[in-house]
């Protein structure tokens, strides 16, 4: 008598959003053996409920459990507001400290979602995650969305390679936040959704009847709610006032902390400032161009087309390759991005062992030996600030999906670092 063939068990991570809602009916429905599964990460009472805010995590956790209710599989509430306020609340107070500006949503991944989710839904005797994430993941066994694949590809999973493609949708894609994935962790990863642009994701919830349909996207930094990022901070970090000077050291006016602003930040509260630049008898805008927190001073410019907004070369550190590149690959010409949704723009990764010459001709020195590369941009980038991440991609014809009868060649995320520095 033939054995019985194992149905394969999937946590999916509901955030009570449509999305995640649409991914564990998807997945049901092709036969997977789902548990959704809230995780509380920050709840009534934090530090930025004490603010005022309105926390949504019930509600959230409320309308993900309807939603399991509705497609009929077993539904869990994690607690990890623990470990979250520690791994990344934590993390991203301490960089903007240091006068950084971390992405608490890239080290959310990272800790929490592909961390300890993963991890323990493991334990429980889980064979795969999934998330609503927009993104699509491929693997060595065929070039075909793995989502459809991952049954016959299951009793063979460590000897396949996996690789990183844009979703489908791009506008909505969040490979981004994705870089730091291993493939230990890409190879219990599904992303159902991928394959989807939005609208679609949204007409399957309400031809099912899923109680999220029309649940508006969130916005932001999840936790923070309605809080302004300034106030959540400041629960952490003493104001200080200091100077705002424009490019050419004059002050215009005052700021309530360095700490509490960002390389490309437009509203800054100067009134009644002197203005050489005049724009069809208007002042411009001013952004945050460069900020010294030893002397708690920023530096602005006027219009968005200053050339001091703009970097041609940046240091990065904590670099991660999703599939690994070898010293004889490099120097290799790339498509980067430094903010989500930029868009891509050619560069070129070079390793600190090259002898690149950095400023003045000084030779570059890395921060983090070993693990720190330079990013030549092929055309000047705006807005690129210390703390957040650049990720790279590639196309790889040889993956290209198949949707709807059209073929469209991938593009590879190729993986990503934390900026260090601007070089120049």
Known sequence: MAKPRKRVKVFVAMSGGVDSSVAAWLLANRGYE???????????????????????????????????????????????????????????????????????????????????????????????????????????ANNESQTNKRMKEFANSERIRYALMVARDANKDQSYFLWTLTQD??????????????????????????????????????????????????????????????????????????????????????????SQIVNSGDMKPVYVAEKDIKTNTLIVAEGDDHFSLYKKEIAVDQVHFINPIANHQLPMTVLARVRYRQPLVKARIMNHESGIKGGAGKKFKPIIPNSQFLIQFEEPVKFVATGQSAVFYVKDNTSSFHSKGRRSAGLRMLGGGVIAATIR
């Open 34 to 140: 789902v548990v959704g599964v809230f995780m509380r990460c920050w709840s009534q009472g934090s530090p930025a409920t004490s603010l005022g805010t309105d926390c949504t995590a019930e509600a959230d956790a409320t309308d993900a459990r309807r939603v399991a209710a509705r497609i009929g599989i077993p539904f869990y509430a994690w607690d990890f507001e623990d470990e979250y306020k520690k791994r990344v609340v934590d993390y991203m107070v301490e960089g903007y400290r240091r006068g950084i500006t971390p992405n608490p949503d890239i080290m959310c991944n990272k800790e929490i979602k592909f961390g300890l989710f993963l991890e323990k839904a493991l334990s429980m005797g889980s064979d795969y995650v999934a998330t609503g994430h927009y993104v699509r993941l491929r693997s060595s």
């Open 185 to 274: 962790q890409l190879q219990h990863c599904l992303f159902p959704i991928g394959d989807y642009v939005k609208p679609e994701v949204r007409e399957m919830a309400r031809k099912v009847g899923l109680p999220t349909a029309e649940k508006k996207d969130s916005q932001g930094i999840c936790f923070l709610g309605k809080v302004t990022l300034e106030n959540f901070l400041g629960q952490y970090i003493p104001r200080k006032r200091g100077e705002i000077l424009d490019v050419r050291g004059e002050k215009i006016g005052e700021h309530r902390g360095a700490q509490f602003y960002t390389i490309g930040q437009r509203h800054l509260g100067i009134a009644n400032r002197k």
